[in-house]
C-alpha cells in the first residue's frame, strides 16, 4: 500500500536534530537571559511603522516555533522502516487519541486557568497535539514490537 | 473474521519474518494478523493466499458478529 503525505524513514534522525537544535535554543536564550537574533530597524505592517519609526525586532521567539514545530512535524510524520497498512492505521488511530487528549486537556485548562496564564496555555497548544501523538505512536509501536520480539 | 494463517505458516514451515518480507510487510503486521488484532485489507489477504498457493476462503474466514 501506497502511503502519501509521508516524509521518508531517514528524516526522523533529522527531526530530532532540529527539536534538539530549538529546546537548546530555547534553553539558551533563558538560562542566559539574552536575545540572539534582532533585526535592527525593521519596518513591520503589525507595528504600523511602514512610514513611521522603526523597531528592534528579536527573532528568537519566532525561530524558536520553526525548529521546535518543523522538528516535531517532521518526527511524527516521517514513514517507519517497513511503512504498511497497519502501520497507517495505527498512525490514524493515535493521531485522533491525541485530538481527543488534547481537547480534553485544553477544556479542562479553559475553566482551571484563567487571565495571561491562558494564553501561556493556547501557546503551549501549537504542539501539544503533536507531543501526544508522537508519544501514542511510538508507544503503540513499542509495544507491538516487544510482542514480536518475544 | 478468523484466520488460519498459523497453521498455514506451519505447514508451509516459514516464520512470520520469512511471510512479512514475501509480501512486503512488517512483521508486527502478520503476527497482529495471527492474533486477531488487524484484519488485513483485500489486497494484503490475497498476496497472503498467493504466497500459501490456496483461495482466500480456505485461509480467511467470517465469524459471528462480522
New interface residues.
Given amino acids: 500500500?501506497k502511503s502519501r503525505f509521508l516524509f521518508p524513514h531517514n528524516w526522523r534522525l533529522a527531526g530530532y536534530v532540529i527539536l534538539f537544535i530549538g529546546l537548546a535554543f530555547i534553553g539558551y536564550a533563558k538560562f542566559t537571559q539574552t536575545e540572539v537574533f534582532i533585526w535592527h530597524n525593521l519596518r513591520s505592517f503589525e507595528s504600523q511603522s511602514i512610514t513611521g519609526p522603526s523597531i528592534n525586532e528579536c527573532f528568537d521567539d519566532e525561530l524558536q516555533s520553526l525548529f521546535l514545530i518543523t522538528g516535531l512535524i517532521v518526527i511524527a510524520f516521517s514513514k517507519?522502516?517497513?511503512e504498511?497498512?497497519?502501520?497507517a492505521?495505527l498512525r490514524l488511530e493515535s493521531l485522533q487519541w491525541a485530538i481527543y487528549i488534547n481537547y480534553a486537556i485544553f477544556l479542562i485548562c479553559l475553566f482551571a486557568v484563567y487571565g495571561i496564564n491562558f494564553f501561556g496555555i493556547a501557546l503551549y497548544n501549537v504542539i501539544t497535539p503533536l507531543i501526544i501523538f508522537i508519544i501514542r505512536f511510538r508507544w503503540l509501536?513499542y509495544q507491538?514490537?516487544k510482542?514480536?520480539a518475544a | 473474521m478468523k484466520n488460519t494463517l498459523r497453521i498455514e505458516r506451519a505447514i508451509k514451515n516459514i516464520t512470520?519474518a520469512d511471510l512479512?518480507d514475501q509480501i512486503?510487510?512488517?512483521?508486527?503486521?502478520i503476527?497482529?494478523?495471527e492474533s486477531n488484532k488487524?484484519v488485513?485489507?483485500t489486497?494484503?489477504a490475497l498476496k497472503i493466499a498467493r504466497v500459501f498457493e490456496k483461495p482466500v476462503e480456505s485461509i480467511f474466514s467470517l465469524e459471528e458478529g462480522d
Fill in positions: 500500500m517507519e522502516r517497513i504498511d497498512e497497519h502501520i492505521q509501536m507491538e514490537r510482542v514480536v | 512470520q512479512a512486503g510487510v512488517s512483521r508486527q503486521t503476527n497482529t494478523i488487524y488485513p485489507s489486497v494484503l
